[in-house]
């Protein structure tokens, strides 16, 4: 699946839920719908429309109950608490990714952070599998008390089978305390409208649009806050941290221990790159050679393309022989620059090489460049004029007639 923010849309799924309980606050990011098949002509509009997404809603102030989450933290996470008395959180019985049966319930004594994903995504919601990896790594033994489970959003591929592919494909077959929920469409969708989550598809194509909330519910069952795994999310290595830390704090006994991982120390991360304003510098490792490193500094005086790509998205396997056309149709005019995000090696090495890539492959391991650019999927494609100027936010694809148009555009209409 390809993302891009959707146009007017399609209804969601099911009769439309009623209101959020008068409790529950709803934290809707800008919701996901697919690019596919478009012109140069529609691109260029979408491009120009999806350009700098809104950042989510402020964050409000993160109560002494959370003592190991900083403002930072909160920010990052887009984290609202919810008042006390809390409310309980509505229980389901869905079928995991093993074919077991699998009820919220039965995770009495655990922190959970409860997801809605679709088990047929490469892009936003690869990123949070990510998150859910490191998030553990960050946790160690601690992973025992905190499960992360998720929903499937895709009503159209309900099938067991679907959810275990999807979860061994992206880094998940081997964590115990990742469960993936599937069931009926119509289960599917009461569980979505229990918690106030939009889902919506494309009866034609079956892409899908949905909420990216994720819920902390504590160890009695309880709502204790809602975040969202947003372009944020794409930060892999303080998302995760911050994700892990949350759901820790709920489990008695151990608020405030310290999780693994970096700290944020400012709320920069949360602050989208802008349209108009100058794009975030980087100096990352070369994806074959660390002790290679490349800057965007390095390539000043010219229009430069940055793609961040990912070895398990099926969008960029498609994606990156255009780029590498546009590289050679384009020559030294304009600078190519791929960067890794937060992807096992091989993966990563065996596109390169099936692509034929010339122009510069670097590895963002950590996932910070991506998230300084707040990127909403992948594969993500920034245009930076000569001066440093970002001109162009694309998510999705580029086809190599789409990205040299736009770059001839702008070579010949500087201002």
């Known amino acids: 699946m390809k993302t891009t923010p959707p146009p007017a849309g399609p209804a969601p799924v099911g009769p439309a839920p009623a209101g959020p309980a008068p409790r529950r606050k709803r934290l809707i990011v800008a919701a996901i719908w697919a690019l596919a098949g478009l012109s140069v002509a529609a691109s260029l509009a979408g491009i120009l429309l999806t350009a700098g997404a809104r950042p989510g809603p402020p964050a409000r102030a993160v ?6 989450i900083t403002a930072a933290t909160a920010q990052l996470l887009q984290l609202d608490n919810l008042p006390v008395p809390l409310d309980a959180a509505p229980d389901f019985t869905l079928t995991d990714q093993h074919s077991k049966p699998v009820a919220l319930s039965q995770y009495r004594g655990k922190a959970v952070v409860l997801s809605f994903n679709d088990d047929e995504c490469e892009d936003l919601c690869t990123l949070l599998a990510q998150d859910v990896a490191q998030a553990n790594h960050d946790l160690g033994s601690n992973a025992a008390n905190v499960v992360f489970l998720s929903v499937n959003a895709n009503t159209a591929h309900p099938a067991v089978e679907e959810v275990r592919s999807w979860t061994e494909d992206h ?10 929920g599937t069931g009926t469409p119509a289960q599917l969708t009461a569980v979505a409208s229990s918690y106030h989550v939009p ?7 079956h892409d899908v649009v949905h909420g990216s909330e994720l819920f902390f519910i504590d160890p009695a069952g309880k709502e204790a806050a809602i975040g969202q795994f947003g372009t944020a999310s794409a930060n892999t ?8 830390q949350m759901a820790l704090d709920l489990v008695p006994g151990h608020a405030g221990t310290s999780v693994g991982g970096p700290a944020p ?17 980087f100096t990352l490792p070369g994806l074959d050679s660390a002790a290679t490193r490349t800057s965007l500094e390095t390539t000043k005086g010219k229009y430069r393309v940055v793609n961040f790509w990912s070895g398990t998205c099926s969008a960029c396997v498609t994606e990156m022989p255009r780029l590498q056309q546009a590289h050679q149709d384009l020559g030294s005019s304009v600078a190519f620059i791929g960067i890794d995000v937060a992807d096992p090696a091989g993966p990563a090495a065996a596109l390169a090489a099936r692509s034929g890539a010339t122009y510069p492959l670097l590895a963002d391991t950590s996932g910070s460049t991506a998230g300084a650019y707040q990127i909403p999927g992948l594969p993500f494609t920034a245009i930076i004029a000569p001066d440093g100027t970002l001109l162009v936010r694309h998510p999705g694809t580029f086809t190599a007639e789409q990205l040299e148009y736009i770059l001839h555009t702008l070579q010949n209409n500087p201002d």
């Open 63 to 68: 109560g002494t109950g959370e003592p190991g």
């Open 171 to 180: 880094g998940l077959g081997a964590e115990p305390n990742w469960v993936f």
């Open 199 to 205: 889902v919506g598809i494309d009866p034609a194509t």
């Open 237 to 244: 290595a303080l998302f995760a941290r911050g994700m892990a």
């Open 265 to 281: 120390s400012g709320t920069a991360a949360a602050e989208p790159a802008a349209l108009g304003q100058p794009a975030p510098g």
